[in-house]
């Protein structure tokens, strides 16, 4: 036994595990630089009880991840569409990632991914049972399981005469040989719900008329990042709220119960007491047709003002050609947002802000597309695709996230200094956060853009920000404030623009 702890696991055993310096040092109860020098000076330590509590802490944090892993695995497979046995699985990968994501690969089968955290893969099952579409497109989001960019899906809700309610709503042209009538079209999107990828989910609620938090039923309520959500969505000003209790399916009708009560205290904590719950199984569509009618009557379309200069946030921009295409059928790039007010056309003349190093420049539109096809003019709501005569090299891979299409000279010019009042938000999980300081960096989510700042000053609760670019900002406008919290950036409060 002596040989086997004459020397410490080696770094590559570490990586391969996912275990580091500082989960040894939380398990053994010492400080991430003593563990440190045990491996840098183990050949001068004589005394092999420190390596013997490495290597036992070692052990013991990897059986206890295994186990887990096989729990989150058995949960995953009672929802899968095959029986997966636990003997097939050739590797568990643990990505550290705002929280533990054990992605499990199965010869044969499309790879799993579990979480530990309640907003993982949730929204996105909802999103698809809603709208038949799967948001999670981007490549490292089919791998892991996530939401990481901002997903878009639009429904169509259907009404279906002589039937009795919710059973009357739906989402597809005919049900039960009874032919639906449209009662309005829904844009909805999916957007990242964990914590260091919360500016992307701020920049999709910009945009938001209400919002859907979904909370899953075999889970304790709440979950700390589903609190912060919320007080995200209070950021956004978002006051039309469903609650969708998801994955009923996967407990008994007593934790069902025991979750609806949970969040009862939950949202009554937070000033969303009237917030309608709608137990649901996203995978079974078990209680769609309810959803859709608490959409119909607690999310109303909002009333634009179209006589209003034209102002439309770009939340995507992206490259419609396939790799290979001849340039005589080359299409220019293309910006994908909503009009949050007045209206866009074909052939309309546009300016795009705060454009490039903070120099707007202006456009004319070439199409408009929404899910269905193209259409020559656009209102307000929904999301819009305009189509433009810029190279697509200069839209791709989101190049143009955070721009603002509006009528010529009717926004403030790009700035990259403002002050702004700063309000905290309550940390829910981790340590407090000190005050703000000079010279700390800060990312900052104003609209659908997102970038980072220094403050330049702070004088009592109020903060001078000098930001590395340029941002079109417009006084009384909400930003979001990601700070740094070791090793990742956290949302920390919000201020208002003075």
Known sequence: MKNDIDSLPSKEILSKWAISFDDLASHIGKSRKVIMTYFKKQTAIKDYSYTAEIHRSFYSILQSRLKRAKLLFEQLSANSPSTIEWCKVVHVNLVDYAGAIIDLQVPGYH????????????????????????????????KRGISIRLGYADATFYEYPGKESPENYGVLPEKDGVKGKVLRKVSFIDAPGHETLMTTMLSGATLLNGALLVIAANEP???????????????????????????????????????????????????????????????????????????????????????????????RSFDVNKPGTAIEKIKGGVLGGSIIQGTLATGQRVEVTPGWDGVPFIIDIFSLNIAEGSIPHALPGGLIAVGTKLDPGITSMDKLKGQIICAPGSLPKPTDRFWMEWNELPRLLGEKLPFPHMKELMVFTIGTNTLVGEVFAVKKNQLDIQLKGKMTIEKGQKVAISRRDKAAWRLAGWGEIK
């Open 111 to 142: 790879n799993f991914a579990a979480g530990t955290g309640a907003l993982i893969s949730h929204n996105t099952s909802l999103t698809k049972a809603l709208s038949g579409k799967w948001t999670d497109t981007h490549s490292e989001e089919l």
């Open 221 to 315: 309520c709440p979950q700390p990042r589903t609190a912060e959500h919320l007080m995200a969505l209070q950021i956004a000003g978002i006051k039309n709220l469903i609650v969708v209790q998801n994955k009923v399916d996967l407990v008994e009708k007593k934790r069902a119960l025991e979750s609806h009560v949970e969040i009862k205290k939950f949202l009554k904590d937070h000033g969303y007491e009237t917030a309608p719950i709608v137990p649901v199984s996203a995978n079974f569509n078990a209680n769609i047709d309810l959803l859709i009618h608490l959409i119909q009557t607690h999310i109303p379309t909002p009333t634009h003002d179209i006589t209003m200069p034209v102002k439309m946030y770009v939340s």
